[in-house]
């Protein structure tokens, strides 16, 4: 599976972004899906996910301003930021997850989308 996400950038704080990831398959084939984040120097850590087709999970950091949905007619997920915040600022990844049994799992990575929030 290919992931492209867009929809990165720089913004002041308080402003809003919305990140988009377009699958080149069919996302509900996976058992879970979400975005994730790598601020320089830091392991890269989740932001929101969702498994199995249930309501997506969130980041204490994040819960109440970012909102995760997907469009499983165009293959696509979305990350809606609202009252970004500096500490916000780092690398988005998108991902999709396959169970494999046993406790095993192989995730699949879009490419990366900056965003930058700085006053």
Known sequence: ?????????????GESL?????ASEDIFTYNGMGWFRQSPGKEREVVAFARNGGGAEYSDSV????????????????????NLKPEDTAVYFCNL???????????????????????
Do not use: I
């Open 18 to 22: 919305r990140l988009s990831c377009t």
């Open 63 to 82: 819960k109440g301003r970012f909102t995760f949905s997907e469009n499983g007619a165009e293959n696509t997920m979305y990350l809606q930021m609202n």
């Open 97 to 119: 997850r396959r169970s494999r049994g046993w406790g095993n799992v192989k995730d699949y990575w879009g490419q990366g989308t900056q965003v930058t929030v700085s006053s």
């Open 1 to 13: 599976v290919q992931l492209q996400a867009s929809g990165g950038g720089l913004v002041h704080p």
